[in-house]
């Protein structure tokens, strides 16, 4: 260990920016053994290890890095899957320079560890060797648990409550499970192979799961299960209301990306085949700053736009994204206009313009998670140009969607920006038996803290049906 002095940071090859503009295949390969060995003798081995500090999954990064550079890769896996549910996603979509890797003590003059490519070799090595296995479970509880949503957060919790040996029974709206994992995700940064394969592991250890099913009444679910979990993410695009805002060519980031992925799956798409959703040939304008922003200009990309064009209105310093994804996106041909803001869309019928207007930054925002906040904007007075587009974007965030009236139940309490209310020591929504978890708690945020949500509610409720269970067997 200690090697970082005379090892250099190395990350696995990245297919250069020409060739990968070409197809939606990952744009990171993968280390060898010897590779990983070496990157992973880097780490310092620190007292206080801040890169796992900054994990929200508090992964034990220092243990499993040494094992690396070892060459125990078994018991690394172990140690690495032992609080991550999903090693191989994190390990490929986590915005590691803001977390593990932007922490790492030696970055400074040293550069980090490649904490996240390691990752990503330890769980591919364990599927290669036959490591991962499906769950399988000792005793069964007789108890069961309904989940509302198969993305990160259903997911996780599904995998914990099976493993305690409860029924679990996934139900979602989609043909498909993971949630934006699948649909939102494009895979450049995450091929779907990956999620249908722990898909297929879990089913294989008896989680059941309901595909295509909308769940339109709560009290259902609650007659057949002993708790329910709501796992069901924020999909609902936030818009910007400024003039002509409806015109024609003006989509939402979420519809877009849907549409790629579906296309990419084989999937027949009738907004994606009339050229309605498909950026081949066109002036691309997306508005927004985030990752989501970031998957969209690079899938327009893709599908050979003629050109693409990120509006943000704060500058590069104060983007919310990984700067990882602006760096891809910048050696993909995208052009950025920094403290830019849409005032308004011109055109007859669809979009063929957009007035911009020119912004300048001013306070900082309130702090945010401890943290200063981003930078407050204000517009310059009388600076504003037009922009050619005929395809606008809007990657501005996502809401919760109505829940009380889509699952009739009147009695789930919300929180004052529409997501649900929960106690936060055990999860417990405003109905007994009900919990909540992920992004529809939380609101829009990373796919680490969806599994980190998602296992810890898992353990309030199994805690809860054993008590039921428990507290049913005194009465008796």
């Not at 172990?78 to 922490?103: H, K, M, V, W, Y």
């Not at 990306?257 to 009738?270: M, Q, W, Y």
């Not at 995208?334 to 849409?342: M, N």
Request: glycine content about 10%; charged content about 25%.
């Amino acid at each position: 260990m200690l090697t970082f002095p005379g090892t250099p940071q190395h990350y696995p090859e990245v297919k250069p920016a020409e060739a990968r503009k070409k197809d939606f295949e990952e744009i990171y390969g993968n280390f060898d053994k010897i590779q990983a060995a070496a990157q992973a003798s880097r780490c310092s081995q620190c007292g206080v290890p801040f890169c796992q500090i900054h994990c929200p999954l508090s992964n034990n990064i220092p243990d499993w890095l040494k094992l690396t550079a070892e060459g125990r890769l078994e018991e690394a896996y172990a140690i690495s899957s032992a609080t991550n549910t999903f090693p191989e996603i994190c390990g490929r979509i986590c915005p590691q320079d803001r977390l593990c890797e932007g922490n790492c003590v030696i970055e400074k003059g040293f550069k980090s560890v490649t904490i996240g490519s390691i990752e990503k070799y330890i769980t591919e090595n364990a599927f290669a060797s036959g490591m991962v296995k499906p769950i399988s479970v000792a005793q069964e509880s007789g108890l069961s648990v309904g989940i509302i949503g198969s993305g990160p957060a259903g997911l996780a919790a599904a995998d914990m409550l099976r493993r305690k040996g409860h029924d679990v029974h996934v139900y979602d709206r989609y043909d498909r499970v993971g949630g934006l994992l699948m649909y939102g995700i494009p895979n450049f940064k995450l091929e779907k192979s990956i999620v249908l394969r722990r898909h297929q592991l879990l089913k294989e250890g008896g989680i059941h799961f309901h595909l295509n099913y909308a769940v339109k009444d709560l009290g259902t679910l609650q007659e057949k299960h002993d708790a329910v979990l709501i796992a069901t993410g924020v999909y609902k695009s936030r818009d910007i209301r400024i003039p002509e805002y409806s015109l024609g060519n003006i989509i939402p980031a979420l519809k877009y990306l849907t549409a790629s992925n579906r296309k990419e799956l084989g999937d027949t798409v009738p907004g994606f085949d009339n050229g309605t959703l498909d950026a081949s040939g066109k002036d691309v304008a997306v508005i927004g700053g985030g990752d989501t922003a970031m998957d969209c200009v690079r899938t327009a990309v893709r599908q050979g736009a003629a050109s693409v064009t990120c509006l943000y209105r704060r500058d590069q310093a104060n983007m919310p994204g990984s700067a990882r994804e602006v760096k891809n996106a910048l050696e993909e041909g995208v052009k950025f206009l920094f403290l830019s803001a849409p005032k308004a869309f011109i055109g007859n019928g669809s979009v063929n313009q957009i007035l911009v207007q020119q912004m300048r930054l001013t306070t900082h925002d309130a702090p945010e998670n401890g943290e200063r906040g981003r930078q407050s904007v204000a517009p310059v007075e009388e600076e504003t140009f037009t922009l050619k587009c005929d395809l606008a974007i809007k990657a501005l965030g996502f809401d919760a969607e109505d829940l009380p009236v889509l699952l009739k139940a009147p009695a789930l309490r919300l929180s004052q920006y529409g997501t649900v209310d929960i106690n936060k020591k055990n999860f417990a929504t405003s109905i007994d038996g009900v919990f909540a978890a992920g992004d529809i708690v939380r609101g829009a945020s990373l796919v680490v803290w969806a599994i980190r949500d998602g296992r810890d509610a898992a353990t309030a409720v199994h805690r809860y049906v054993t008590e039921k269970q428990l507290s049913k067997r005194n009465a008796a």
